[in-house]
DNA sequence: ACCAATGTTGACAG
DNA sequence: ACTGTCAACATTGG
């Protein structure tokens, strides 16, 4: 359930189902989840919910007085309202205008973390900006990337100080939009090709947020080119590459998305040839 | 039965 | 100190 569209997705059922209400129990006992104690969850018990922040893939649920659950969905994490115990991490019974409701966190492969802090905790402290809440400064992004000579464009806009809530799907889907060349060095990528990837992202984080509102009513894979490779790039037909990078399955048109710059220069000599990705490994337990 | 999965972090080698 | 590469985490669903 975890990019930035995801978590914005949660954190507006989150309150939509519990604002004001008053939170009458709450269970935490996954260690691996919880960060800190687990009796600490007992003090929150008769306050209430008051509001419901997202930075990047961090959600925080805010109590009053400075008391705040920290959320993070990791792979697999998810909130629900009633719904089945099966992947049930932690409970919380809630009572708002009379009625009782239990709200769980869901997490089967248990990679999320729930933490309780006041304003001031550490990983969201560390965050970049936000895409959707704070807006993309391009020059900020346009000297995050130039810095970086030896990262590949992909692996740095996934890097949560540089923006926050960019994962491996947006990141794949904004550079197809962009027409950039996911293992392009973030430092080769031209103002202009900035701009472009800043719209992208807006573009993807915005389209994949509309199918999420949607429900269950959307499709299965609402993305061009994620979880594609083998079929063809819906704006060339060329048939979509699959690699690595940085410990990521990675989708890309090597058409649209050059390695090489393909500029027609007659002038120059011939630009260098893409190199060819070995042939398809295969590996990763993310 | 096997493989891949929307994330993050820490170890290790060069 | 920096950089890149792996592995690990845990579990499910196609
Ligand atoms: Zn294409």
Not at 166 to 187: C, D, F, T, V, Y
């Amino acid at each position: 359930m975890p990019e930035l569209p995801e978590v914005e997705s949660v954190r507006r059922k989150l309150s939509r189902w519990t604002t004001g209400a008053r939170l009458v129990s709450a269970v935490a006992s996954d260690r691996r989840i919880v960060r800190g104690s687990l009796s600490a969850f007992a003090k929150l018990e008769g306050r209430t919910f008051r509001s419901f922040e997202r930075r990047g893939k961090w959600l925080r649920i805010g109590f009053g007085e400075n008391q705040y659950l920290y959320s993070h969905l990791g792979m697999t994490g998810d909130w629900e309202l009633e719904g089945e115990e099966r992947f049930e991490r932690a409970r919380f019974e809630i009572v708002k205008k009379k009625k009782k409701n239990v709200l769980r966190y869901t997490d089967p492969r248990r990679w999320g973390v729930l933490a309780l802090a006041g304003e001031d905790f550490p990983p969201w402290a560390a965050l970049g900006p936000d895409p959707l809440h704070d807006g993309i400064d391009i020059d900020r992004l346009e000297k995050k990337l130039s810095v970086r000579a030896k990262k590949s464009v992909k692996e740095v806009i996934m890097e949560q100080k540089v923006l926050a809530g960019i994962g491996n799907i947006q990141a794949i889907e904004s550079l197809w939009k962009a027409h950039i060349h996911p293992k392009r060095k973030a430092a080769s990528i031209e103002h202009e090709e900035v701009v472009a990837l800043v719209k992208a992202i807006e573009w993807s984080i915005a389209r994949t947020l509309a199918d999420l509102e949607l429900g269950d009513a959307g499709k299965d894979n609402p993305f061009k080119i994620y979880g594609n490779a083998g079929r063809p790039c819906p704006r060339c037909k060329t048939i979509l590459q699959r690699f690595e990078l940085g410990g990521r399955t990675t989708t890309a048109c090597a058409t649209c998305q050059p390695l090489a710059k393909v500029k027609p220069s007659r002038t120059k000599p011939s630009a260098k040839r893409a190199k060819t990705s070995a042939p398809q490994r295969r590996r990763s337990r993310r």
